[in-house]
Each structure stands twice: as C-alpha cells, then as structure tokens.
C-alpha cells in the first residue's frame, strides 16, 4: 500500500498542473504512505483495518478526481491503491469452520468456552 502511495505522489508531482484533484491525490498518496508506521506501531490489528478502510474511501475520491482531471496513469495508481486496500483489510483469520486452531494456528479439537461474564447492575 504504502509503494502504490508513493506510485501516487510520484505520478501527480510528474504531472506538474496544480489542481483541487492534484491536492486530492496528493494527500491520498500522503495517507497511503502513513499507513506503514501506523500498521507497525500498533498493537492490535483493529487501527490499520479502520485506517486502510478510511483510505479505500478516499480512494474512490480520488478516483473520481483523477477521471475528471483526465490524469490516467494516476486513476491507474489509485486502482492499484485500492486493490491494496481491499487485501491489506482481508481477514486473516486461521480457523475455517471446517479446521479450528488457536490464535497460533495450531488445531485443536474443539472451540473454546465463551466466557460468560455477570450482568451489569442497574
């Protein structure tokens, strides 16, 4: 994701003309990129999905920009981007519903117990 976000910024900068879509493009390309720390910095899955779904939407933002400005090579990158998007957001999950694992990806028998926690006094 982050490569297609450069791919982006390189593109727009290549095309010179500034424009609302070329500001667009630029910040789509920026959020792209911030992808990386924000993946490798965090300690649950839950904020880069959340992220990466914030940029798909920006990506077809940014895809309507780059069509109406007439800027092809850079509605090509932004495909690329979301393709990105949709597979970076893909679940990861190991279980099947036909093979359980735990979290490490080692099969076990059965699924565990839900905890039942006590309800909340009104």
């Known amino acids: ?3 297609a ?11 010179g ?4 879509a070329y500001v667009l493009l630029a910040l789509l390309g920026l959020a792209a990129v911030g992808t990386v720390p924000l993946v490798a ?10 992220y990466e779904s914030l940029v798909l939407l920006g990506s077809i933002i940014g895809a309507v920009a780059a069509l109406v400005a007439g ?3 850079a509605l ?3 495909g690329v981007l979301a393709v990105t998007c949709l597979i970076a957001m893909r ?13 490490s990806g080692v099969p076990v028998d059965m699924a565990p117990e839900p905890e039942h926690l006590p309800a909340p006094r009104a």
């Not at 910095?41 to 959340?50: D, N």
């Open 71 to 73: 800027r092809w090579v």
């Open 1 to 3: 994701m982050a490569v």
């Open 17 to 20: 003309e500034p424009s609302v």
């Open 76 to 78: 090509a990158v932004v």
């Open 41 to 50: 910095f965090a300690s649950t899955a839950a904020p880069g999905v959340a």
């Open 91 to 103: 679940d990861e999950r190991r279980s099947t519903p036909e093979r359980l694992t735990d979290a």
């Open 5 to 15: 976000g450069v791919a982006l910024l390189v593109a727009v900068v290549m095309d």
